[in-house]
């Protein structure tokens, strides 16, 4: 049975309880929970989600940090998973948000969305498909150990900020400032936080099994859309034939989910994905180097040197502009 908002309320107070809180990057409070930042609303549903989530080896997940590019991916490998069984001028793409057609396991499957997420995942076609803000170390074991694969995204952290920063606040009931907003991300409290540890985790994971976790960089998405919607498709299993090569079918697929093409779709101009966030929030710029308009020296100092202690020697690094 889905739970009222009272109830909801009730839930989320008892869990949390213990659990030491702070004021972070987010649009509530943030639980420090099994050694990352939990937004009070995904705990019981994240909970849930690692304690009943068995992942069978065809299901595909996507993983990201919040606000790198999750919408675009999740479209992306939606189409290119189902390109046999929409045709690209009828697709759901084109009336439903690509986050109700590839549902959050931990905000929305094992959340208050679905009535029975057991019963609802057993009737789901194969390849299920899913999306996923949670770190690589807290993911139910079923998933690390069957052969289910993982497509994670990430993106330059300066623009990363500037993205959640102003997403944040369109929900947010309290408006946070920049340099306020700037200090939490820093201290890597932020939803899903802190940053480093969430594309380590996966970036780590990517090298020691290159078949389990497929690494994605927005940058990289944007500079060569083509031969990654290539590389998606071989990762997942279904590689473009030659025919649909030359028949467009890659092209077609990349239109499709292209920033400008779904940010003036009906959908995602006037509908809500709930009831705090409009579908129109996960469309803003889509830009590499936005941030030069926010940062300031200091600012830019600041977070360099982060970059520079927490990735050094990991081989992880960033484009920074276009
Ligand atoms: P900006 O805020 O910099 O514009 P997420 O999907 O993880 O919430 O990330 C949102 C970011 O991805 C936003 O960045 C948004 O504009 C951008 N984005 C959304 N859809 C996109 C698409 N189809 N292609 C490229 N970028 C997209």
Not at 41 to 55: P, R
Not at 228 to 253: N, Y
Not at 287 to 315: A, C, H, R, T
């Amino acid at each position: 049975m889905a739970l009222t908002g009272v109830q909801h309320a009730n839930e989320e107070e008892n869990l949390t309880f213990n659990l030491h809180r702070e004021r972070g990057l987010s649009y509530s409070y943030l639980y420090l929970f099994q050694e990352f930042w939990c937004p009070g609303a995904a705990i019981q549903g994240l909970i849930n989600f690692q304690k009943h989530f068995q992942a069978k080896d065809s299901d595909v997940i996507v993983a990201s940090f919040p606000k790198t590019g999750t919408t675009w991916l999740i479209a992306l490998s939606f189409a290119i998973v189902n390109r046999q069984h929409f045709s690209i001028e009828n697709h759901p793409l084109l009336t439903s948000n690509p986050h109700k057609l590839v549902r959050s396991l931990e905000f929305k499957i094992f959340c208050d969305d679905v009535h029975d997420p057991i019963l609802h995942l057993s009737k789901m076609t194969e390849p299920r498909h899913f999306s996923t803000h949670t770190p690589l170390t807290s993911l139910p074991m079923s998933i690390i150990e069957s052969s289910c694969r993982i497509i994670y995204i990430c993106r330059n952290p300066f623009d990363t900020f500037v993205s959640a920063w102003t997403y944040f606040n369109k929900i947010r009931p309290r408006f946070l400032a920049l340099e306020e907003a700037f200090e939490m991300y820093c201290n890597g409290i932020s939803s899903f936080g802190p940053w480093w540890s969430h594309m380590l985790g996966y970036w780590k994971e990517s090298i020691a099994r290159p078949n389990k976790v497929l690494f994605l960089k927005y940058e990289d998405l944007k500079e060569d859309v083509n031969f990654h919607v290539k590389s998606i498709a071989e990762f997942l299993g279904c590689p473009f034939t030659k025919e649909e090569e030359s028949d467009g079918m890659i092209e077609s697929i990349m239109k499709l989910c292209s920033f400008e093409k779904m940010k003036a779709l009906e959908v995602n101009m006037y509908e809500k994905l709930d009831t705090v966030i409009d579908n129109k929030f996960f469309f803003r710029k889509a830009e590499i180097g936005d941030w030069v308009n926010y940062f300031s020296p200091s600012m830019i100092q600041k977070l360099s040197k982060i970059i520079e202690e927490k990735l050094s020697g990991s081989g992880l690094s960033f484009k920074m502009h276009s």
